[in-house]
């Protein structure tokens, strides 16, 4: 059962599904205020988190990706989700993905990322840090200019990715048992938005800002 409340003054409250809580941010505030930005340019556009660095110097370190990560590097088994979309850029690899059991929200932090790839021959893939292709499904290029919506649940050591809710790819990993999240980008103008991530243990606070109460935006950002 979903139950979704609503207090005064509160545009985005928190969700309950079977004792589980959601966390979520719209970027409808106009800030990323509690995520750390890992290389690339940020900024919010519209209501949607966009980075527009599309300059490359690595594909074989944990520098390889523009990212931005955000939450807890004690959290655990979770779903996270986000729109994703590619624009421009893209002259060797246009990649657009999210990051997930981000070891520490750092240059140097280890992570696994589910990743879009426009590149003909190329597709969706999960990425182990720094940069090792644990499953590529080839021959499935992603569209410039589309939104698409990823997801990843992970628990325990299996791990499931969805693409617009059709399961794209599952395996057992336990390299990186526990993490924050994350999105990021290669080559590629890349655009975020509605990103949410449920689990046992994840603060029952909304991200984004607006119209909350002070009191309440208080709370978001601490790092439970």
Same mark, same amino acid.
């Given at each position: 059962?979903?139950?979704?409340?609503?207090?005064?003054?509160?545009?985005?409250?928190?969700?309950?599904?079977?004792?589980?809580? &959601? =966390?979520?941010d719209d970027f409808n505030d106009g800030n990323d205020s509690g995520w750390n930005r890992i290389q690339g340019?940020?900024?919010?556009?519209?209501?949607?988190?966009?980075q527009s660095e599309t300059e490359w110097t690595t594909t074989t370190t944990n520098e390889t990706y523009t990212r931005s990560f955000f939450g807890n590097e004690n959290w655990t088994d979770y779903t996270l989700e986000a729109k994703v979309r590619m624009e421009g850029g893209g002259e060797t690899a246009a990649i657009v993905g999210i990051f997930f059991r981000v070891t520490e929200k750092t240059p140097e932090g280890d992570y696994y990322y589910f990743r879009l790839d426009a590149r003909a021959a190329d597709g969706? &893939? =999960?990425i182990k840090?720094?940069?090792?292709?644990?499953?590529?499904?080839v021959n499935k290029?992603?569209?410039l200019e589309q939104d698409y919506i990823l997801k990843v649940e992970v628990e325990g050591d299996n791990i499931k990715c969805y693409?617009?809710?059709?399961?794209?790819?599952?395996l057992q990993d336990d390299s990186f048992p526990s993490g924050a999240v994350g999105v990021g980008t290669f080559n590629t103008q890349g655009y975020f938005d509605d990103v949410s991530v449920n689990g046992e243990g994840i603060a029952p606070n909304p991200v984004s800002s607006e119209g909350k109460l002070a009191a309440t935006w208080a709370l978001i950002k601490q790092d439970r």
């Open positions: 059962m979903k139950i979704i409340l609503f207090c005064s003054c509160v545009f985005l409250s928190l969700i309950f599904t079977d004792g589980v809580f &959601a =966390l979520i340019e940020w900024s919010i556009d519209n209501g949607e988190y966009v969706p &893939a =999960l840090s720094p940069n090792t292709i644990l499953q590529e499904n290029p992603s569209e693409i617009d809710g059709e399961l794209e790819i599952e």
